[in-house]
Every structure is written in structure tokens, then in C-alpha cells.
């Protein structure tokens, strides 16, 4: 087993992910580019490794259970343990989606993505997290999945649009998390979610004003915490996203 540093990014092709495998790379850990096409995937390997990361594709689409099995048995022939889990991958479901009209299939094609996807990937992997001396997982969440916020008074500009299916998707992945922090009490994995600001990715269009470096920040600062770090939290850039 190398003492070199394992992450496993989910969605990492493009987008807040790809930088996420940048800066852990920068850091000196070996990365698993997790993706779920082989074309993208190759092609993000690539250009991590041309800027000096030891970047490895790990074929991974996280609402299928094999594909999902078959990349923690990846990881565990490459190194035997994986020290963070950044479980990135995530989509909108499109729009508009406003409750009296929504489709519920839409509804449904987000929580398998961003909700069972997370619990998929996170069960496949923690055997190998309990193998790390410093186990960390970081689930990318987002502000607009804050109840807190949506019922404040920011309006738009704190929450987003009306969602349906990806704000509560995003309210769900933070419910989860904290069940996953409460069953893990007593172990060492530090587990927290993520929010990395309106970013201009895919995802919505390129109208975000963050770079995806900026939008990586909270989630890698997160994937390398200190042993005695928080747990249980959702943070941004500026601190503490309340719930
Ligand atoms: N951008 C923002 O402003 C913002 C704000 C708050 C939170 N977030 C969250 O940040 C995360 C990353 O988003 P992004 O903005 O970087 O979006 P993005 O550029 O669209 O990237 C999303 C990534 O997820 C992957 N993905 C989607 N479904 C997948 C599946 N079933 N299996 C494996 N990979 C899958 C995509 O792969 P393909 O290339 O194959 O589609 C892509 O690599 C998401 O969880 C998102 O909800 C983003």
C-alpha cells in the first residue's frame, strides 16, 4: 500500500469535479477520475496528468449498481483503501420545474442521481474508507437545498428558482448525510457537505459567476481536514450554510 493519498471524484470530467481532482492532484494525492463516459473520462485524465496529477480513470456511473461495484473493486486492487470521497456528480433534472406541473419522472431521475447515487457510491467505498488512517467524505450539496434559506427572505438570489426536483434533492443529500454521521459516530470519518457558490459550468448554462476552481475550494478543503476536524456540517466559501 503506497502512503500516498487516495480520493475517488464522482462526476469528475468536466465542471467543479474536474477541479476538485485538480487540486487534490496539486496536493500530491492520486486521484480517481470518476465518470461515467469513457471518451470525457480519458480526455480528463489526460489533461490532469499533462498538468502533473496522478490522475486515474475509474469508469462510474452512480445510478448503476454494477458500474458502481465494479469501480470499488478498481480502487481496491489500485490501493486497498481510499482516504476521501468526494461524491461530486450531480444534475438539475432541467426546467422549468415547478411543483403544480412537474413531472414526476423528473423528480425521481434527480434523487437516483443525486441522492441514491451518493448512497450507492458511499456503501461500495466504505470498506475501503475504513482501511484510511484519515477517512474523509464530502458530499457537493448546494445552498439552494438549505430550508433555512428557501424560507427566509433572501428570495432568488439566496436560493435559486423554484425547483421541485433538484432543491429538495439537494435537502435529501443533506438528511442523508447526517443519518451517515450519526451511524459513523464512532468511527473516524468525517463527513460534511459542500456547497460551492453559483459556479458557470454545464449545469446551468455557464450563468454562474464563480470559476470552477473557486467552486472546488470548500470540497477539497474538506476531503483533506485534520484528524479532530468538524463532521456533520454543510459549509461554503464564507462558512456555515445554515440547514
Ligand atoms: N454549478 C453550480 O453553480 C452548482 C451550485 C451548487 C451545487 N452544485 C453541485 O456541484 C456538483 C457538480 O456540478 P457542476 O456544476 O460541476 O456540473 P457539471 O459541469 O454539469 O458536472 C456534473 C458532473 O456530474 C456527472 N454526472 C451526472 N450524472 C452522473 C451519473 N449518473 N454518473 C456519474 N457522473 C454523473 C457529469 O458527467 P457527464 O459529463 O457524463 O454528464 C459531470 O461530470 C453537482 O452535484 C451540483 O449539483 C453546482
Known sequence: MSDKKIAL????????????AAGLGALGWSVGVGAREQTRRDAAVARLRDSGVDAF????????????AAAADLIAERAGRLDALVNNAG???GGPQQPSSVDPAVIRTVVE????????????????????ASPRIVNMSSSVGSLTRQSGPGGETSTGPVAVAYAPSKSFLNAVTLQYVRELADTNILINCACPGYVATDLNGFRGLRTPQQGAATAIH????????????????AGVVPW
Open 57 to 68: 480513470g475509474v469508469p462510474l456511473d452512480v445510478t448503476d449498481d454494477p458500474s458502481v
Open 113 to 132: 442521481t443525486n441522492v441514491i447515487g451518493v448512497i450507492r457510491v458511499t456503501n461500495a467505498m466504505l470498506p475501503m474508507l475504513r482501511r484510511s
Open 91 to 93: 444534475i438539475t433534472g
Open 222 to 237: 474538506l476531503a483533506t481536514l485534520p484528524d479532530g476536524g468538524p463532521t456533520g456540517g454543510f459549509f461554503e466559501d
Open 9 to 20: 471524484v464522482t462526476g469528475a470530467n468536466k465542471g467543479i469535479g474536474y477541479e476538485i
